[in-house]
Structures are given as structure tokens and as C-alpha cells.
């Protein structure tokens, strides 16, 4: 059981540019989310999905695109980067709803020059 | 939409002490509040979590109590240990369809040996 799985590691950007970022899990979990990272911000949610097929904004959608491919896979894609969006990016799963415990990957450290 | 706040940023105690981190939240119709530890340079990890229909609950050194009334919720931790150092976060659920968590802006606990 690897659990939640996040590819790229670390990313560089250049302003403008694009990528997207992937998730998997293998907990045959229903919901899984994005988060952003910053200091002294805590855990900010930019798009969930509560179930296979949808998808929804969550505190700073803007920016982001998200796609849930299946049910193991959700990933984030940023359109044209900006250096605002240098952070570091969680993925995170949970079996039912927001109210059971989320696992989270091990995080994507990207830099927006 | 659901708003935490907790208190405080940063907590430095003594090996052996106790350590209390307190979140306010806004919703009355909030009724379920974890708490995630996340080591320097890891991902977050669910501690404990209590859901409304009790006031306490403990697992070993760490409890959560929960204040329906006043709506706040702490977490306590006694006999701390170097481990114990971290950034600790609360959440609540995000809005009354429960999909999606808010977490707070986290508090940083350095236990001193």
C-alpha cells in the first residue's frame, strides 16, 4: 500500500509556463483534495472531489485547474504560473467525506521564477 | 462558509510540561474537529479528532476537549518530549455539506530538553 502519491518532487517553473501536478491513492478512498502550502498560512484548500466525476472550488480556486481522471487519480494544472503560486502543494485523500481522516501525500515544493 | 482561528502561532515549553493550543470556529453547525501534527519537512498526519456528541477525549498524552457552547476546541498535550515538537493544526468542516475541511493557520510547538 503506497497510500497518497504525489509526482513531481520539486518543480521550477518560469513565469508563464505550465504543468501539471499528479495525484494517486490506492485506499480506494472517495474523496481526495488539493491544499497549498505557505508559511504562517497553514492549509489553504484549492479544489476537492467528493466523488468520482466532480469537482469543486475550494478557498483559492483561481489559478488552478483540476481534473479527477478516475477515482485513484486527481490532479491540479497550473495554466500560466505566477511567482504567487510558489508553494508547497499537498494532495490528500479520505474513505467517505471531509469528515474522516485525510491522508496526504508527501507534498510537490514548486518555485515560480 | 466555516472560519478557525487558532491560538497561539508559536508555543515553547520544557520537556515535561504541558502544552494547550485552542481553535475557535464560527459554524454552530460544525460537529466534527480534528487535529493533524506535521514534522518539519513531512506531511501532516491526523493526531486525534472528537466529534460533537462528546466533550473529551484522550489518547494517551494528547486529548481534545470541545466547547459546543463557546465553540472552541483544544488540543492538550502533557509530559511533552522533544518529539513532540512540531506544527499542529486544527480543522472543522468547511460548510454544512461536510465534503471539505478549514484548517487553521497552525501553531508551531517547540518542547526545549
Known amino acids: 500500500n503506497a497510500g497518497v502519491t504525489q509526482t513531481p518532487k520539486f518543480q521550477v517553473l518560469k513565469t508563464g509556463q505550465s504543468m501539471t501536478l499528479q495525484c494517486a491513492q490506492d485506499m480506494n478512498h472517495n474523496s481526495m483534495y488539493w491544499y497549498r502550502q505557505d508559511p504562517g498560512m497553514g492549509l489553504r484548500l484549492i479544489y476537492y472531489?467528493?466523488?468520482?466525476?466532480?469537482?469543486d472550488k475550494g478557498e483559492v480556486p483561481n489559478g488552478y485547474n483540476v481534473s479527477r481522471l478516475n477515482k485513484r487519480e486527481f490532479s491540479l494544472r497550473l495554466e500560466s504560473a505566477a511567482p504567487s503560486q510558489t508553494s508547497v502543494y499537498f494532495c490528500a485523500s479520505s474513505g467517505k467525506d471531509g469528515q474522516e481522516t485525510q491522508y496526504f501525500g508527501p507534498g510537490t515544493r514548486l518555485l515560480v521564477l | 462558509g466555516e472560519n478557525v482561528e487558532q491560538h497561539p502561532s508559536t508555543l515553547s515549553v520544557q520537556e515535561g510540561d504541558s502544552a494547550v493550543i485552542k481553535c475557535t470556529y464560527s459554524d454552530s453547525a460544525s460537529n466534527y474537529f480534528p487535529w493533524y501534527k506535521q514534522e518539519l519537512g513531512k506531511r501532516p498526519q491526523l493526531i486525534i479528532d472528537i466529534r460533537s456528541n462528546v466533550g473529551e477525549k484522550k489518547d494517551q498524552r494528547i486529548a481534545v476537549t470541545l466547547n459546543k457552547t463557546a465553540k472552541h476546541f483544544s488540543l492538550h498535550i502533557t509530559e511533552t518530549q522533544p518529539e513532540d515538537s512540531a506544527v499542529y493544526f486544527c480543522?472543522?468542516?468547511?460548510?454544512?455539506?461536510?465534503?471539505?475541511?478549514?484548517f487553521g493557520s497552525g501553531t508551531r510547538l517547540q518542547v526545549q530538553p
Open positions: 472531489s467528493a466523488s468520482e466525476g466532480t469537482t
Open positions: 480543522a472543522a468542516p468547511r460548510d454544512t455539506g461536510r465534503r471539505a475541511l478549514t
